[in-house]
Every structure is written in C-alpha cells, then in structure tokens.
C-alpha cells in the first residue's frame, strides 16, 4: 500500500459492505467511506472508498470529481 500511496496522491478502491473487517483496515491507512454501489457482477452492496494524500477525506471524489488519478 505505501508503493500505490507514493505513486499516487489519490487512490479508490470498493469493499464489500458486509466485509467490515476490511472496511476497518482501509480506514486505519487513511481511506474514507464516500459512497455505497451495488457490485454489477455480483448483486452484493459495496462501499468505496478514496486515500487523498494531505486527508482530504470525503471531499476526494466528491460531487462527480474523479476520486483517483488516471
């Protein structure tokens, strides 16, 4: 996860809703919850969420805005 983070200044990633054991993981390194979806392939309920070097936390892919770099 350090190498993505130095790659990077943003990073987005979804968690199945019920895995809350990762959900905790990702927090404990910095991610925020800022959306919930539903997985195409799998029907099940996902939560994604976004790193933004400095913590920008919630507002990192906010109101449309691409929450990773391309």
């Known amino acids: ?3 993505a ?3 990077r200044n943003r990073l987005r990633l ?4 019920e895995n809350q054991k990762s959900v905790r993981f990702y927090e404990k390194r910095g991610f ?3 959306q919930e979806q ?3 392939h799998t029907g ?3 939560i994604v969420m976004t790193f933004c070097e400095g913590g920008c ?3 990192c892919g ?5 929450a990773f770099d391309t």
């Open 32 to 34: 925020s919850a800022v």
């Open 38 to 40: 539903m997985d195409e």
């Open 57 to 59: 936390g919630r507002r």
């Open 5 to 7: 983070k130095s790659l």
């Open 62 to 66: 906010a109101e449309g805005q691409p």
């Open 14 to 17: 979804s968690v199945y809703k």
């Open 1 to 3: 996860m350090d190498k």
């Open 44 to 46: 099940c309920p996902e």
